[in-house]
């Protein structure tokens, strides 16, 4: 079965900086990846998807990378805010369905 | 719809009671899902449905949960003899095709507390 791991669980950084969440994943065997950010107490909001034959997606200051054969992603992001703050979940798809990390809390300290 | 909706955004019931939960995917997305949130915990899939069928329900945890999609859009999750173990978060999500290419699109969620 998938399993899914997120690293660090939780992450505290000042305003401005830059960061680096990771992602890892037992089977290589994936059709794609997904970023989430959740709000507390709030559904999933997609961030970016990126097929299994790309190696990264942009969208603003979120850059995310896939390396399917070593089974990471990353997810960075640029120039943090105090609005960033939230978990963030990465998922890859099976054939059926989404296997989802257990998510990074992350809290962007103004 | 702008969007996956469901309803009710909260429900508290009794041990032992039915409940029902309702889900609104994007319209023209044939491919639905459920998944359960616990606290602190990634969500875990429920069961897929392509058009009105179950494709896979794999992830349905027994036999008190049941799910049907009559007419190959919304869903209802059916909890039957609720257990307080069945509190969490209840998601729906949808895409334009069963494929795993294609990206799912979550709605709110259904707060489930089983006192």
């Known amino acids: 079965k998938q399993e899914v791991t997120q690293i660090p669980a939780a992450l505290s950084v000042p305003e401005g900086e830059n960061l680096v969440l990771n992602c890892s994943f037992t089977d290589s065997a994936i059709y794609n990846l997904q970023w989430f950010r959740q709000d507390p107490g709030k559904g999933l909001t997609s961030l970016l998807l990126?097929?299994?034959?790309?190696r990264e997606q942009t969208s603003g200051r979120l850059n995310a990378s896939l390396d399917k054969s070593s089974g990471r992603s990353t997810l960075y992001i640029a120039a943090s805010q105090p609005g960033d703050s939230a978990t963030y979940l990465c998922a890859v798809t099976g054939a059926n369905n989404l296997f989802f990390g257990t998510g990074t809390r992350l809290t962007v300290i103004p | 719809g702008a969007g996956v909706s469901q309803t009710p955004s909260n429900k508290v019931t009794e041990k032992g009671k039915y409940v029902e939960l309702r889900c609104d995917p994007i319209?023209?997305?044939?491919?639905l899902y459920w998944y359960r949130q616990s606290l602190g915990q990634g969500p875990e899939f429920l069961i897929y449905f392509q058009g009105t069928g179950a494709a896979d329900d794999s992830g349905l945890p027994n036999d008190r949960f049941f799910a049907v999609r009559p007419e190959g859009s919304v869903s209802t999750l059916k909890i039957q003899r609720t257990e307080r173990g069945d509190s969490a978060v209840y998601l729906c999500?949808?895409?334009?095709?069963?494929?795993?290419?294609?990206?799912?699109?979550f709605g709110p969620g259904t707060r489930l507390t089983v006192l």
């Open positions: 999500a949808s895409s334009l095709a069963g494929t795993g290419h294609n990206e799912q699109f």
């Open positions: 319209s023209g997305h044939t491919a």
């Open positions: 990126i097929q299994s034959s790309q």
